[in-house]
């Protein structure tokens, strides 16, 4: 099985723009999760989705939001970037409600 | 709410030696805990986990972790350490949040360094 994917690798914006970074889990897998990876925090949890709903959120700023599709592919927004949004973004996904969650190799957003 | 603390933010060993990562967590349920391994510019791997059963757990690349309750802990160990090990490895606690929602806490990391 392909495990999951992100896209893109690799992004640079600007302060006040707004990105959207993609997510395919491994087949079968309809839950997504999402983590921002930083220096200063750490892997901090920003949210779950499964079957298109969203399960949680973490303590992150409206600025960022997500979707999943039909399909278990899931995005996620940040509108008005700032500096502090420079992060890997890792997505996971898990089968059902078995606990482990399978990571994909992260989108790295450099905000400038 | 569930917590992990990694002891020591970077380990270095030389190679051959036994490697020794340390784990506490603190969770108000019986946990499942995990450990993940995370290589320069790349996600984050999947090297063991406890859920139940056998408090010794053996995983990929000849780590293990021994879940110990009284003390809270889940190390992981590798009696030799390989070059190739040198990498960040991350503990993490599941957090479920009712209704088969669920999150991973994660501890800061270790910073894992082999010497020749």
């Known amino acids: 099985k392909a495990g999951v994917t992100q896209t893109p690798r690799y992004l640079i914006k600007t302060r006040g723009q707004q990105v959207t970074l993609s997510c395919s889990p491994i087949?079968?897998?309809?839950?997504v999760s999402w983590y921002q990876q930083t220096p200063g925090q750490g892997l901090q949890f920003l949210f779950e989705?499964?079957?298109?709903?969203?399960?949680n959120k973490g303590n992150f700023p409206g600025r960022f939001s997500g979707r999943q599709f039909s399909n278990s592919r899931s995005e996620m927004n940040v509108s008005t970037l700032e500096l502090g949004d420079s992060a890997l973004y890792l997505c996971?996904?898990?089968?059902?409600?078995?606990?482990?969650?399978?990571f994909g190799p992260g989108t790295r957003l450099l905000v400038l | 709410a569930q917590s992990v603390t990694q002891l020591g933010s970077h380990v270095s060993v030389s190679e051959g030696a036994l490697v020794l990562l340390r784990c506490n967590y603190s969770?108000?349920?019986?946990?499942?805990l995990f450990w993940y391994v995370q290589y320069p510019n790349q996600g984050l791997q999947l090297l063991l986990k406890?859920?139940?059963?056998?408090?010794l757990v053996k995983g990929i690349n000849g780590f293990e972790a021994e879940f110990k309750k009284s003390e809270t802990s889940f190390h992981l160990t590798k009696p030799s350490a390989h070059m190739s090990d040198a990498a960040e490895y991350f503990c993490?606690?599941?957090?479920?949040?009712?209704?088969?929602?669920?999150?991973?806490?994660f501890g800061q990391g270790t910073r894992l360094t082999i010497n020749p």
């Open positions: 996971a996904s898990r089968q059902g409600l078995e606990e482990t969650q399978y």
């Open positions: 087949s079968g897998h309809r839950s």
């Open positions: 989705y499964f079957s298109e709903t969203q399960r």
């Open positions: 969770s108000s349920v019986p946990p499942y």
């Open positions: 406890y859920t139940t059963g056998a408090t």
């Open positions: 993490a606690v599941s957090d479920s949040l009712g209704q088969g929602a669920q999150k991973l806490v």
